[in-house]
């Protein structure tokens, strides 16, 4: 009797469950064979429901895959390339700064020098130790500018070529690169990083290692 009465409520509960009021069935053609068969859309959902129901059927989008996507098409348009070190934590705020300013302009294309991935054929030849020595930056034509030269360059296609408009003229230009000259020899020191030579047998040391065990590579 227990189990009969057990399917007694079971059937009564599942009849309620799809049990509708004749005017809801009327409204929404629910028929009492099929209650999910409908003719009309469905009403209007709070906006709660509607924007589950959408997440589950959209493909969400990473607004930051598509703003990368999108630095990547700008780059392809580059007017000038910097040549920065990435292990210099001085160095990378300016180069964080540029970058910050090129997302408007596009015309910067940021190499590092310090990626196991830098190719001197890809960048008129220049060295991994030339380019450690001093700034370096490659204009669209392939014009190789150095020093303040190349810093004047990089600001001014980003909008800031007042910072450095008054070394275009002698002798401040003198004076300006002299002072440079002065930075770019004690930088690595300045830093807290070993001598330009330690750094350039380390990464030969590395690239060795890297020939070797062919880890590097993969």
């Not at 589950?56 to 996507?69: E, Y």
């Not at 090129?102 to 190499?111: A, D, L, M, P, T």
Request: aromatic fraction near 10%; glycine fraction near 6%.
């Amino acid at each position: 009797m227990a189990f009969r009465g057990a399917i007694s409520v079971g059937r009564q509960a599942n009849t309620s469950l799809f049990s509708l009021p004749r005017s809801l069935r009327t409204a929404y053609n629910v028929s009492a064979s099929n209650p999910f068969h409908r003719s009309t859309p469905f009403p209007h959902y709070p906006y709660g429901v509607k924007f589950s129901i959408r997440a589950i059927n959209q493909t969400a989008v990473d607004p930051l895959a598509s703003n990368k996507g999108t630095q990547e098409e700008l780059s392809e348009n580059w007017k000038i390339k910097m040549l920065y070190d990435g292990e210099c934590p001085l160095c990378m705020k300016e180069v964080n700064m540029l970058r910050e300013r090129n997302e408007k302009y596009g015309s910067i294309k940021f190499v590092d020098i310090s990626s196991d991935e830098y190719s001197p054929e890809d960048n008129q030849g220049l060295d991994y130790k030339t380019v450690m020595g001093r700034i370096h930056a490659i204009l669209s034509d392939g014009t190789v500018v150095r020093d303040v030269e190349a810093f004047r360059r990089l600001y001014e296609v980003v909008g800031l070529g007042w910072v450095y408009a008054i070394t275009k003229y002698e002798p401040i230009a003198s004076i300006a690169d002299a002072i440079y000259g002065v930075w770019a020899k004690y930088r690595l020191q300045i830093t807290g990083r070993p001598p330009l030579e330690a750094v350039l047998e380390a990464r030969r040391k590395k690239e060795e290692d890297c020939d070797d065990s062919k880890v590097c590579k993969m």
